[in-house]
Antibody
Framework: EVQLVESGGGLVQPGRSLRLSCAAS????????MHWVRQAPGKGLEWVSV????????GYADSVKGRFTISRDNAKKSLHLQMNNLRAEDTALYYC??????????????WGQGTLVTVSS | EIVLTQSPATLSLSPGERATLSCRAS??????LAWYQQKPGQAPRLLIY???NRATGIPARFSGSGSGTDFTLTISSLEPEDFAVYYC?????????FGGGTKVEIK
């Protein structure tokens, strides 16, 4: 069974940093691209970032480019999102999602339960 | 960036009725469209990919159609567990984008 478990969320002041992690199990982690998708409270879904299976390709939404960095450790089956210079508008539930169908630029087949990031003074 | 517009925003129906949800893209995305279901307090779940292919384990009452700019998700006969929010998502043109969602609520 595919499992994705996010951690690292919390309350942080504007301008500070936070690092999210996602632990994967139940599938061959290093075969697939991984994504971060977020959802602000009561709002819709927003794609944040993607990393290819071999970390050779990375992509970011314009809203986070230059502030967020995605990385992965295939040996540890883990995905990370380093978030710097956080803003109030980054407040959201952050999901990690596995991209089985369509490769790096594909769909979001399996999702974790999310970790909540709240940016507030 | 591709804008996906979903309609209606809310659909009020009774169990057993047919649900028809629409997603319109701001430009052609071929068939590179997915549908997700999200229930309160849960993560989204992939239902349909490439416009018309059901994901693993998705019941046959869910079907998708369309290509180019106009897409439809149909739930042939609503079950109690189908009342949820549905999002469409495109992967044709980077970055991937989602529609604003359609809430299917019990009438």
């Amino acid at each position: 069974e595919v499992q994705l478990v996010e951690s690292g969320g919390g309350l942080v002041q504007p301008g500070r940093s936070l690092r999210l992690s996602c632990a994967a199990s139940g599938f061959t982690f290093d075969d697939y691209a991984m994504h971060w998708v977020r959802q602000a409270p009561g709002k819709g879904l927003e794609w944040v970032s993607v990393i290819s299976w071999d970390s050779g390709s990375k992509g970011y939404a314009d809203s986070v480019k230059g502030r967020f960095t995605i990385s992965r450790d295939n040996a540890k089956k883990s995905l990370h999102l380093q978030m710097n210079n956080l803003r109030a508008e980054d407040t959201a539930l952050y999901y990690c999602a596995a991209g089985f169908i369509g490769g790096t630029y594909g769909y979001f087949d399996n999702w974790g339960q999310g970790t909540l990031v709240t940016v507030s003074s | 960036e591709i804008v996906l517009t979903q309609s209606p925003a809310t659909l009020s129906l009774s169990p057993g009725e047919r649900a028809t949800l629409s997603c319109r893209a701001s430009q052609s995305i071929s068939s590179y469209l997915a549908w997700y279901q999200q229930k309160p307090g849960q993560a989204p779940r992939l239902l349909i990919y490439d416009a018309s292919n059901r994901a693993t384990g998705i019941p046959a009452r869910f079907s998708g159609s369309g290509s180019g700019t106009d897409f439809t998700l149909t739930i042939s006969s609503l079950e109690p567990e189908d009342f949820a929010v549905y999002y469409c998502q495109q992967r044709s043109i980077w970055p991937p984008t989602f529609g604003g969602g359609t809430k299917v609520e019990i009438k």
